[in-house]
């Protein structure tokens, strides 16, 4: 029998052996393919793929959105059920799904609500967070006042909202502009190294997924399998500025990158592949 590696608790994710299956209609989808991934504390991890090579099933599995087939998710070493309940992560999706007749201070402050949060600490706390996302003055405005990008933040702050160690995103700027799409960037490394979550980021964008991250997830379409894990060799994500979009070695990792994504050419040096 092969012995499993203990689960570090300092791992925000393990993922072990997963496959995911779901029933349709028509016959059965493949979805996942023997996927093993850990992600740990305070890293950010981007996946990229294809359309449809399971990125945000495997992100809805580690939320315990859905249930794997086959295999096993932890999340800081407990079952995936589990951290959902002890709220060990925030979420935030591509559309900013905010509650329209709430203000901007009262969506921020839905999960500490639902958490019965004393009404001083939330305020405190919300407080906190607008000023985190840069929406000082837009904390009693309506989310239809709001641009995309705002509004996007303001899901970002919501997901922040319970401090978790884990932010699970799935294309949150991919409705954007690129301008507002690089800006956001930059703050997202600046508030994840604030509050030193790890990030499990899902991207169609090379560039954004380089510019990212420690290491990049490649998947290749359905079934889903990782292709090749390529660490992102431009210093700690904490410490890069926008200066870095011109330098070679980060024109080298989007072309690492690249290389796995297409496949056919050799594997660059430093790439975990499967
Ligand atoms: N609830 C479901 N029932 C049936 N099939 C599903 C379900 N959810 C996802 N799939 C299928 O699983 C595969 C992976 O879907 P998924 O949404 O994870 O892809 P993706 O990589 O996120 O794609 P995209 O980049 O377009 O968002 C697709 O073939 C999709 O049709
Ligand atoms: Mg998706």
Known sequence: ????????????????????????????????????????????????????????????????LDEPTVGEIRVFGKAARRARVDQDYGIAFQQAALLPWRTVEDNIALPLELHKVGAAERRARVAELIELVGLGDFGEKYPDQLSGGMQ?????????????????????????????????????????????????????????????????????PRPGRIDGIVPMQLGSPSSRSDDIREDAAYFEMITAVREVLHGGAPIPKGVETR
């Open 152 to 220: 996007q933040r303001v899901a970002i702050a919501r997901a922040l909202a319970e401090k978790p160690n884990l932010l699970l995103m799935d294309e949150p700027f991919g409705a954007l502009d690129e301008m507002t799409r690089e800006y956001l960037q930059t703050e997202l490394l600046r508030i994840s190294a604030e509050t030193r979550a790890a990030v499990v980021f899902v991207t169609h964008s090379i560039p954004e997924a380089v510019y990212l991250s420690d290491r990049v997830v490649v998947m290749s």
């Open 1 to 64: 029998m092969i012995e499993k590696a203990p689960t570090r608790p300092a791992d925000a994710v393990t993922v072990t052996g997963v496959d995911k299956v779901f029933s349709t209609g028509k016959g059965e989808v493949r979805a996942l393919d023997g996927i093993d991934m850990t992600v740990s504390a305070g890293e950010f991890v981007s996946l990229i793929g294809p359309s449809g090579c399971g990125k945000s099933t495997l992100l809805r599995l580690i939320a315990d």
